[in-house]
C-alpha cells in the first residue's frame, strides 16, 4: 500500500468516527435511538477503515468488506424503519 493510500485511509476512520462520536453525544442529549444506529454504523465503518489500512493487501473488492459495509447500511436503514415506525396503541385499561 502506498503511503498516501494509508493516509486517505486513515482520513477516512477519523473522519467516521467523529461522526460516531457526534451521534452518539446526541443520543446520549436527547435519548433517541435513531442517533443510536447511526452512531453504531459510523463505528463500523470506522473498524473497517482502520482494519483496511492495517491489511498487508488492501482491496476494498473483498467480501468481507461488503460484508461490513452492509452491516453498517442495514444499521441505518433500522433507523430509518425505527424512527418513522407508528408509535403502538396504548394498553386497554
Do not use: C
Not at 435513531?34 to 483496511?52: D, G, H, I, M, P
Amino acid at each position: 500500500m502506498s503511503p498516501v493510500h494509508g493516509m486517505l485511509q486513515g482520513a477516512l476512520a477519523m473522519g467516521t468516527f467523529v461522526i460516531a462520536v457526534i451521534f452518539l453525544r446526541y443520543w446520549r442529549d436527547g435519548g433517541d435511538r435513531f442517533f443510536l444506529y447511526f452512531a453504531l454504523s459510523f463505528f463500523v465503518q470506522a473498524v473497517n477503515r482502520v482494519a483496511l489500512a492495517l491489511s498487508a493487501s488492501p482491496q476494498e473488492g473483498t467480501p468481507w468488506q461488503y460484508g461490513v459495509r452492509l452491516l453498517a447500511y442495514l444499521l441505518i436503514l433500522v433507523a430509518i424503519i425505527d424512527k418513522n415506525r407508528p408509535p403502538g396503541r396504548p394498553a386497554a385499561t
